[in-house]
Structures are given as structure tokens and as C-alpha cells.
């Protein structure tokens, strides 16, 4: 035998044996100083309110400090961007939602990176259903007739959203693709300002978070005509599914919430992520916070999730293939 091949090998060996052992002893005290939790998003928005209830009891169940730090922007990719270049220590985490997934689709040459290949999945913490909504006087008291509408006039029916490639949007392309109907978007700098121009009227319909949505409804300014949900809400009595009716796959394509950390963080820290946040998410409080939010609690393993992040991409990339998405910039 080459005694020059057998020692390659044999430092090759020592050389992952001691990769693995510092792996594991920097998970054994870790963490040691704070971790910062960096959100795409600005304050106040579902992520950053999720991020901040998830962190503060991760913070318990971890004895340092999980410190929230908001860099919106750029779709959410200047904090995405931060993390991917972070040292893979757990010290930098990422919450974000499916932006992650999205930006790469429509801006290829602005967003060059895989979200699986540039980051370590840690766990989706919730998805927060879509419900379409209408004016509470608009002449659609339910989600067949609205169809029947947009199939009578192709182009006729408009729908907003936050933007192009948002969530409201592709859950619209979504079903646009589903029924075969031809419908305008509309695009505006926020939910807020589309959801304003929903009670006015001046817009056919709209997908939009649970959160709030019963208050409209209430004060007779909103109709929910579906939920994109599994099951029926107690919120929203006679409302049917969009499964039910047919359209299935929205309750998997929900805006998610997850937790993500820089490709090649150590195994060990992963999990000991995982289980902080897992635990932080099964106790009582949390899931009664979030579910004022309108959000389902997740809290899946990182293989879990990983996996999520594949079908997701797959789903978006299928949508806006068939809806024939542009956003009109190369991303040069």
C-alpha cells in the first residue's frame, strides 16, 4: 500500500475528527453571549410581532438574551443578505417569511442564492392563512359568483395586494391559475393602504391575513367570501374553505414565519435552536398570542422545515410561471 496515500487519509480523518470536536464544543457553551435575531421586515408587521413573542421566551429557555433586530428593505433581502454572510455560529439568526423563497424567483440576477443551499433551516415557527375578502356591499356574497363574474369578463375583476410577489398577490395568481379566470392587479405600498381601498370599494376583492379581519366584518365594511384554511374558522361562521370549494393547496401556501441560520452552522447549535424555539412555542401563552394573531402554530424539526422550504419554492416558481408574473426589472 502507498504509505503516502494511507497518511492522506489519516490526516484527512484527524482532520474531520477535529472539525467534529470543536462542532461540539462550541455547542456544549453555547450560547454564551446574545443571539440576534435579525427580521427583513419593519416593526410592528406580523413577522417582527411573531419574531418578538417567539424571542422572548427563547430567551428563558436559553439563558442569554435573543435580541431582535429589525433591517427592513429590499424585500426583506438586506437582512437575509446579512445573515448568509454571518459567521455560522448561532450567534445571528434570520426570521423571515416566504420572500426568501420568492426573491430569488422574480429577481434571479438581483437575488442570486438558493434558500436552502445559503442557509440552515431551523424551524417554520407559523403560517398566518389567507382569507378573500370584498366589499360588504360589493355584488359577491360568495366565491362562485365572483368567478362566474371574472369568467363573464375577463379582465373586468381587479385585485390588491402589497406588491408585486407579495403573498396577497401570488395567493391571487394562485387562484386565477385554479379557476382559469383573467383579473387585474392592483399593487400598493403596503396590506394597510390595499385593505383601505377594499372598504371603499373601489377594488374587486383580496386576499389578506386573518388578523383584524373580523372587526370589518363586524362593522359591516367587509364580506369574507372564503378561508384559506383546513378547517372552517369559528371567527367567520358559514364561511367555507377554499378547499372545500375546490381549490386546494392554500392553506400550505399561507405566508410563513420561520427561523433560519447561516449554511454551515454546527448540527448541535441547530438543534439546541430548534428545541428553544419549539418549546417556546408549545407553551399556552404563546399559542394564545399567536392565535389572537390569526396565526398556526408550526414548530416543525429542521429537516421538517427544510424540506417546506423545497415545496415551497416549487409551488411560487409553478405560480408564477403560469401566471406569467413580471416585475418589469431584471434586477440589473
Known amino acids: 500500500m502507498d504509505l503516502r496515500l494511507l497518511s492522506g487519509r489519516a490526516f484527512a480523518a484527524a482532520f474531520a475528527l477535529a472539525l467534529a470536536w470543536s462542532a461540539a464544543a462550541r455547542a456544549d457553551d453555547y450560547p454564551s453571549r446574545p443571539i440576534r435575531m435579525?427580521?427583513?421586515?419593519?416593526?410592528?408587521?406580523?413577522?417582527?410581532?411573531?419574531?418578538?413573542?417567539v424571542a422572548k421566551h427563547m430567551s428563558e429557555n436559553l439563558g442569554t438574551s435573543v435580541i431582535v433586530e429589525n433591517k427592513p428593505g429590499a424585500s426583506a433581502s438586506?437582512?437575509?443578505?446579512?445573515?448568509?454572510?454571518?459567521?455560522?455560529?448561532?450567534?445571528k439568526v434570520l426570521v423571515t417569511s416566504l420572500t426568501l423563497n420568492v426573491n430569488p424567483l422574480l429577481y434571479p440576477k438581483r437575488y442570486?442564492?438558493?434558500?436552502?443551499?445559503?442557509?440552515?433551516?431551523?424551524?417554520?415557527?407559523?403560517?398566518?392563512?389567507?382569507?378573500?375578502?370584498?366589499?360588504?356591499?360589493?355584488?359577491?356574497?360568495?366565491?362562485?359568483?365572483?368567478?362566474?363574474?371574472?369568467?363573464?369578463?375577463?379582465?373586468?375583476l381587479t385585485f390588491g395586494s402589497s406588491?408585486?410577489?407579495?403573498?396577497?398577490?401570488?395567493?391571487?395568481?394562485?387562484?386565477?391559475?385554479?379557476?382559469?379566470?383573467?383579473?387585474?392587479?392592483?399593487?400598493?405600498?403596503?396590506?394597510?393602504?390595499?385593505l383601505q381601498e377594499m372598504v371603499a370599494g373601489r377594488i374587486?376583492?383580496?386576499?389578506?391575513?386573518?388578523?383584524?379581519?373580523?372587526?370589518?366584518?363586524?362593522?359591516?365594511?367587509?364580506?369574507?367570501l372564503a378561508v384559506g384554511t383546513d378547517e372552517?374558522?369559528?371567527?367567520?361562521?358559514?364561511?367555507?374553505?377554499?378547499?372545500?370549494?375546490?381549490?386546494?393547496g392554500f392553506q400550505q401556501g399561507a405566508p410563513w414565519i420561520g427561523m433560519l441560520a447561516?449554511?454551515?452552522?454546527?448540527?448541535?447549535?441547530?438543534?439546541?435552536?430548534?428545541?428553544?424555539?419549539?418549546?417556546?412555542?408549545?407553551?399556552?401563552?404563546?399559542?394564545?398570542?399567536?392565535?389572537?394573531?390569526?396565526?398556526?402554530?408550526v414548530a416543525d424539526s429542521p429537516e421538517h422545515f427544510r424540506q417546506f422550504l423545497i415545496e415551497d419554492k416549487a409551488r411560487w416558481a409553478d405560480v408564477i410561471k403560469k401566471g406569467n408574473v413580471t416585475v418589469g426589472d431584471d434586477g440589473n
Open 112 to 156: 442570486d442564492y438558493d434558500p436552502v443551499k445559503a442557509f440552515e433551516p431551523i424551524t417554520n415557527f407559523a403560517n398566518n392563512p389567507m382569507l378573500l375578502v370584498t366589499n360588504y356591499d360589493s355584488p359577491y356574497k360568495d366565491l362562485k359568483s365572483l368567478i362566474a363574474d371574472a369568467k363573464a369578463h375577463p379582465g373586468k
Open 163 to 194: 406588491g408585486v410577489g407579495g403573498s396577497a398577490h401570488l395567493a391571487a395568481e394562485m387562484l386565477s391559475t385554479m379557476a382559469g379566470i383573467k383579473m387585474i392587479h392592483v399593487p400598493f405600498k403596503g396590506n394597510g393602504p390595499a
Open 38 to 53: 435579525e427580521v427583513g421586515y419593519a416593526a410592528g408587521g406580523p413577522t417582527d410581532v411573531v419574531a418578538r413573542i
Open 262 to 297: 447561516p449554511a454551515g452552522t454546527p448540527k448541535p447549535i441547530v438543534d439546541k435552536l430548534n428545541k428553544a424555539a419549539v418549546e417556546a412555542l408549545a407553551k399556552p401563552e404563546v399559542r394564545e398570542q399567536l392565535a389572537q394573531l390569526g396565526a398556526v402554530v
Open 204 to 224: 374587486s376583492f383580496m386576499f389578506y391575513p386573518s388578523v383584524g379581519i373580523a372587526n370589518y366584518v363586524a362593522a359591516k365594511q367587509l364580506r369574507v
Open 232 to 248: 372552517p374558522q369559528k371567527e367567520f361562521p358559514g364561511v367555507p374553505t377554499l378547499d372545500s370549494l375546490g381549490f386546494k
Open 78 to 91: 438586506i437582512a437575509a443578505n446579512d445573515v448568509m454572510r454571518s459567521a455560522p455560529d448561532g450567534y
